[in-house]
């Protein structure tokens, strides 16, 4: 049963006494999956993320087009180092939350799908060059790979000059072949591993990776003394320690124990895989899955509270709404934004290669599709063009609702703030039409996509304008059901 139905229905569970511990906000946030092409309903690459930041956020929709540069051009980083940069950048949507460092995710023109996860690190003595570099790694990524495995290369090339000015983080690299995930650490350590065909990865806030063979360079690209360091450092002992395990040579054990992380990981790996794991299992770093994989599976545990376990404190939220209560949930309060990245080998990139948006939380939203064919979003889709969001990052305004108040970002924001006043009656609305209208969009995608690809053989302009149309369409369509929703009395169940 799939979780979203599980919130329809709203099981009863009789919880168990959980744990109450201290957050660190600047820890525990994001989650993402990454499937393999040979573990999905259509054989595609999947990437499913929750984007998870504390504060009041916005989320700016953006195409930043291609772009030639100068010769001697640099790209001058926050940190002070000065980056050359190359001659032609490619296209690319970027979802970019003002203000923040590690918070922004990319669908470049060639399916390059690009995001991230905080996973702090043990390191304290970081080596850095020009004061490292953080925000422009990924940007950087998206700005120039024609893959995902050259998005790595890009980055191991950038973490070895210049070495990562932050505790840690593991970057999901994706494109319609391959997906990768990228452990970097603080300084110029990092391992990349490609996901094969056949598994599925998670990737809570901790280092998953465990045995890597650093010597399959095909399947990984590492940092040359990623292992001897470690020896040289205690962290790792070859004679008494056996096989190299990079998540306990290198990992914080405030993250790997920590119980917002683990009940995370708990709920997904036995969500997705055909084995069970007790919660003080040692998780392995990939599964196989009880089944193939399909994007609205992955939505519904994008959408996960807990429901259905012991561990749903809320009791099917005759005890409230679960955000603030059910620790560990995948869906939280300070979600900002989920979605699900379907690449495909297929088709040309533009229409081949697609995000399913959810902004805000996912439990409440609809899926909105957004085509790496895209040549722009509607005003109220963004702060500002792309040149100014490049720009201004981080100038971040005071008060982001002053200066923006027609975004459509602050729309979806009312929809989850209304549904946490009511939640056991809101999310049975919700809930019930965001499934209709997902698997309306999800039954009618090869039709439009067929219309789009005859489109895009004849004229590009009118391919682009059918893409820009399905997302503008979509988000108004789904406000509007939305509104019907807010306008109306919650029911008493």
Not at 23 to 30: H, P
Not at 83 to 102: A, L
Not at 273 to 290: G, L, M, R, T
Not at 340 to 363: E, K, N, Y
Request: a neutral charge.
């Amino acid at each position: 049963m799939s979780i979203r139905l599980l919130k329809i229905i709203i099981l009863a569970v009789s919880p168990l006494i959980l744990y109450s511990q201290h957050i660190n906000k600047d820890t525990f946030n994001c989650f993402t999956i990454l499937a393999g092409k040979q573990t999905t309903t259509d054989e595609s690459v999947l990437m499913a993320h929750n984007e998870d930041d504390y504060g009041e956020q916005i989320v700016n929709w953006i195409v930043v087009p291609a772009s030639k540069h100068k010769s001697g051009e640099s790209i001058h980083a926050r940190n002070g180092a000065s980056i050359p940069q190359i001659s032609e950048t490619v296209r690319y949507i970027w979802f970019e939350m003002p203000g923040m460092e590690f918070s922004d995710s990319f669908l470049n023109q060639y399916g390059v799908t690009i995001t991230s996860n905080s996973c702090p690190s043990r390191e304290d003595s970081a080596l850095l060059s020009e004061g490292g570099i953080t925000w422009e790694l990924r940007h950087i990524m998206a700005q120039r790979s024609h893959s995902a495995r050259q998005a790595v290369q890009i980055a191991a090339t950038l973490l070895e000059q210049y070495g990562y000015a932050a505790s840690g983080r593991t970057y999901c690299i994706a494109d319609a072949n391959e997906a990768w995930m990228m452990s970097v650490v603080n300084g110029k350590h990092y391992v990349a591993v490609r996901i094969p065909d056949e598994a599925v990865a998670i990737i809570p806030n901790y280092y998953t990776l465990t045995y890597v063979n650093t010597t399959d360079t095909n399947n990984c690209i590492a940092s040359k003394d990623l292992i001897s360091y470690a020896v040289k450092r205690g962290w790792y002992n070859p004679v008494t320690d056996g096989k190299f395990n990079f998540r306990k040579a290198y990992g914080s054990s405030q993250s790997l124990n920590h119980k917002v992380n683990i009940m995370r990981m708990w709920n997904a790996i036995n969500n997705l895989s055909s084995n069970y794991y007790e919660p003080d299992a040692d998780f392995p770093w990939i599964i196989a899955p009880v089944r193939k994989i399909s994007v609205e599976w992955l939505s519904n545990i994008l959408s996960s509270h807990l429901e259905g376990t012991p561990y749903d404190l809320t009791e099917g939220y005759t005890k409230g709404q679960p955000h603030g209560k059910n620790t560990g949930s995948i869906c939280a309060s300070h979600t900002q934004y989920g979605f699900i990245a379907q690449l495909r080998d297929w088709m040309p990139a533009d229409v081949g290669s697609l995000i399913w948006m959810i902004p805000r939380r996912p439990c409440v939203q609809a899926m909105i599709p957004v085509y790496c064919g895209i040549q722009s979003f509607p005003a109220d889709f963004s702060m500002y063009n792309y040149k100014m969001a490049l720009k201004n990052h981080f100038n971040r305004p005071d008060n982001l609702k002053n200066i923006s108040e027609d975004h459509i970002y602050w729309h979806f924001s009312r929809i989850a703030d209304s549904a946490d006043s009511n939640y056991l009656s809101r999310i049975r609305q919700f809930g019930t039409e965001a499934m209709k209208f997902n698997r309306d969009q999800l039954n009618n995608q090869e039709s439009f996509e067929l219309e789009v690809l005859t489109d895009w053989k004849k004229n590009k302009n009118k391919a682009a304008q059918r893409l820009y149309n399905v997302t503008e369409q979509a988000v108004r369509k789904w406000l509007g059901i939305a509104d019907i929703i807010l306008n109306s009395p919650a029911p008493r169940w």
